[in-house]
Structure formats: C-alpha cells, structure tokens
C-alpha cells in the first residue's frame, strides 16, 4: 500500500463526464483502476478525495457527512464546467453520495456499487451516544476480497472515529429519505460475498428509486470493494456499457 497515490484524481476525455466518489474511510485508489478505464474509453473522470480521507482518522475525525458530500459537489462541478452530460459511481458510502447527488442535480445516471440500505450491527443504534464517551471504533470485519492481491490496491484506516460512523448513519438516512426523488437511470451492483453491507441492501434501494429505469446486477465472486476484486474489469466494462446506453437520454 506504501506505493498507492492516495491523491484525487482527473483524466480528460470527451463530453461525457464521469464522477468517482470512494468509500468511508477508503481513498481515491480503489476507484482510480476504474477511471482509468473510463477514460481510455474517451470519458472526462474525475476521482474525488472525501474531506478526512486519506490522510489520518485524526484529520477525518473533524468532519461530517456534510463534507463528504460537499467534496463530491466540487468534483461534479469541475465536470460540470467541462462536461455537457454527466454521470456518477460510487462505492460503498460514495454510492449513497452519488444516489444523493441525483436527488438534486440533473445528472444522467448514477452507478451505486455495494451501497449499504441499513446497518446491520445491532451497536450502531447506539453511536449517537456512544461519540460521547468513546472516539474510536476498530473494525473487526474479515476480509471478503477473493483476489488475494486485492488488499495491495486499496488504503483504509483501521480506526474509525466514532463520530463519523454515527455520522454516515445519518448519511443513509438521509439518502433513504431522498431515493423516491431519484428520477434519472440507476444501476445498482453488489458482491454476493460482501460481508460488510446486508445482503439485501440493492433490492432494498431498487425499491425505493423513484426512477422505472433500474437495474441491479450481482457478482458471484465478489467481495464488498467490486472495483478492486476479482471481476473487476468486468465491473468496469458493465459501468461503461450503461453510461454508453444512457448518455443520450
């Protein structure tokens, strides 16, 4: 991981834009493959870096979900001012952002890998509280990634504050709240082995879109980072083919 570039990231290309939101706690690296991919395909890509990430859980202790989003709003209006037609992917917590920004942004299409509908660990209900008396949070998930060469391709803290978990359930609230307003197409993707989000989380979100043009597709061999895991460049190729089928709507 010493050698992975954990600075946002910006590839030009045509007039379709694309915008790349990571991970809680995660960093622009695990959607960098992806970019990459998009944009030797003739994409304009912009790969944001979260307020508080990449750096140190102390410096991402100081901020909320509120600039977590506002740092994916600066992405999208770098493509805005660059890009005639936009659409966005997210991963995890950057999948709830994005499905966010189409709520009030007149995006083309949102891609939502591995977005968690709830929290499944019966302690998070108690996080409002527990910030108060306890910073830190470590997490005792097992790797779900099937490529053992996975790992080397990402960076995440391994230690959370516990405000900023507390923070990101009220994230998914609020997206929750905002899925019926979500009018543009949707494709929705999650690893039948993610460990870390509820195994019903894509269908939860697919029913609750207000968009008639939604897709889910699930991977077999996949853990919760699809971007980065073993069927990753056919996860990209999926992306790509519907950004291509909606980027004239």
Not at 23 to 47: H, N, Q
Request: charge should be negative.
């Amino acid at each position: 991981m010493a050698n992975l570039d954990l600075n946002p990231f910006r590839f030009e290309g045509g007039p379709v834009g694309c915008l790349l939101v990571h991970g809680f706690s995660g960093s622009p690296p695990e959607m960098r493959p992806m970019g990459e991919y998009l944009a030797e395909r003739g994409l304009t890509v912009v790969g944001v870096r979260l307020a508080g990430h990449g750096t140190s859980p102390e410096e991402m202790a100081r901020t909320t979900w509120r600039d977590w989003v506002a740092s994916a709003e600066a992405g999208l209006q770098e493509l805005q001012e660059r890009c005639s037609t936009i659409f966005a992917a997210g991963l995890s917590m950057g999948g709830l952002i994005v499905l966010h920004l189409a709520a009030h942004y007149p995006l083309s299409g949102v891609i939502a890998l591995a977005a968690p509908a709830y929290i499944a660990d019966w302690r998070f209900r108690f996080l409002p509280v527990a910030r108060y008396f306890f910073r830190w949070v470590v997490p005792n998930i097992p790797s779900d990634l099937t490529d053992p060469c996975a790992e080397q391709r990402i960076s995440a803290y391994d230690r959370l504050p516990v405000r900023c978990v507390a923070s990101l359930g009220e994230l998914l609230r609020l997206v929750r709240r905002e899925l019926p307003q979500v009018r543009v197409p949707v494709l929705l993707m999650q690893g039948e082995k993610d460990l870390h989000i509820p195994a019903d989380s894509a269908g939860i979100l697919y029913d609750e879109l207000g968009t008639a043009e939604k897709e889910i597709v699930w991977w077999s061999n996949s853990g919760h980072c699809l971007t980065v895991d073993s069927e990753r460049e056919a996860v990209w190729a999926r992306a790509y083919e519907f950004i291509v089928a909606h980027a004239g709507t």
